[in-house]
C-alpha cells in the first residue's frame, strides 16, 4: 500500500479526501491554511467582528460536516470562502435591526478617519454589491473566484461591483470625504495576518 504523505505536505483536495475517510488530522490542517484568510474576508463581508466569528464557526462546521458535498468543480478554498461568506452574510443579517450602526460624519454623527468612514459606509451598502465589493475590491479575488464563491455569473460581479462603487463613492463624498481607497487592498487591521494558504490547489 502507498504511504500517504505528512499532512503538511498533502494538497488541500488530499487533505478533503483524507478528511472524508476518516483521518481525524486531516480537516484541522485545512483549517490552519485558510483560517486567515477566512477571517478576514469574514469582517469585510460582515463589518463585525463577532459577527465574523460566529460566520467562520458556522462555515466551518458545514464544510466539516459535510464535505463529501465538496465535488471538485472548485479550489477546496473558494468552496469553503463560499461557505463562509454565506453564513456571515446569514448571521450579519440577522443582527442588523438588532444592533444600529452609527451615523458617519457629514450626516450629523461623529467624525469618523477616512478608513474607519468607507468601512462604515461600505456596511451600509446593499449586501449583493457589498459582497462582490469586498471579495474583488478589498481582497483582490479574481473575477471568476469571487462569482464561484457568491454562485452568480461573473458579468453579474462585474456589474454589482460598479454600482457598488458608485453607491460607495455618492455616499462617502455626501459625507465630506472623497472616495479614494476603495479599489486598493483591505487595510491591515482588517485582516487576520499576513499568512496566505498553501496547497491551494483543488
Known sequence: ?????????????VLVRRHVAGDPDAFNELFLRHRDRLWSVGVGVSGDHEVAA???????????????AWTGETAVGTWLLRLVV?????????TEEAEPVGRPAGR???????????????????????????????????????????????????????????????????AGADDAGTSGPAPASD????????????
Open 1 to 13: 500500500m502507498t504511504q500517504q504523505p505528512p499532512l503538511e505536505e498533502a494538497e488541500d483536495h
Open 54 to 68: 460566529e460566520g467562520v464557526r458556522e462555515g466551518l462546521v458545514t464544510a466539516f460536516r459535510r464535505s463529501e
Open 86 to 94: 454565506q453564513a456571515c452574510a446569514r448571521v450579519a443579517r440577522g
Open 108 to 174: 450629523g454623527g461623529r467624525i469618523l478617519e477616512p478608513t474607519l468612514l468607507l468601512h462604515e459606509e461600505l456596511r451600509r451598502l446593499p449586501e449583493e454589491q457589498r459582497l462582490p465589493l469586498v471579495l474583488t475590491d478589498m481582497h483582490e479575488l479574481p473575477t471568476d473566484e469571487a462569482a464561484h464563491v457568491l454562485h452568480v455569473p461573473a458579468g453579474t460581479i462585474e456589474s454589482r461591483c460598479a454600482l457598488g462603487r458608485q453607491t460607495l463613492a455618492r455616499a462617502l463624498r455626501d
Open 191 to 202: 485582516t487576520g495576518g499576513d499568512h496566505q494558504p498553501k496547497g491551494g490547489r483543488g
